[in-house]
């Protein structure tokens, strides 16, 4: 199999495509940099714009955006956004993402194929 190789991946919730679930153990986080930070080594600031869309528990979340789109081009996408298509965006980019790094061949083309089966 092709996927064997990101299947480490756990794709226990890459079907989620919402990076916010009401965790109980996030109570560290709080003072944690977010996935964005962390992956770049800086000091986090929290009005960075990937900060609330990459929150420090999905470090996962966060290289598989960076994997298939980039961080620069990330910004590069939603910086030209109001904050409403931002939102879209944002979440369009990580179901995207997680759709690659669950079906690396497919990606999100397998899922429209499935919708129009
Ligand atoms: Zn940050």
């Known amino acids: 199999m092709i996927a064997a190789t990101s299947s480490n991946t756990s794709a226990t919730s890459t079907s989620h495509p919402y990076p916010h679930r009401p965790s109980s153990s996030s109570s560290a986080s709080a003072t944690q940099a977010c996935a964005a930070c962390k992956y770049q080594r800086r000091k986090c600031n929290q009005d960075y714009t990937l900060a609330s869309y990459f929150p420090a528990d999905q470090q ?29 965006a944002m979440h369009s980019i990580i179901f995207q993402s997680n759709a690659r790094a669950h079906d690396p061949v497919g990606g999100c083309y397998s899922i429209i194929l499935e919708l129009e089966r």
């Open 60 to 88: 996962r979340q966060f290289l598989n955006a960076h994997r298939l789109f980039g961080v620069s081009n990330i910004l590069k996408i939603i910086c030209h956004l109001d904050p409403v298509q931002c939102a879209e």
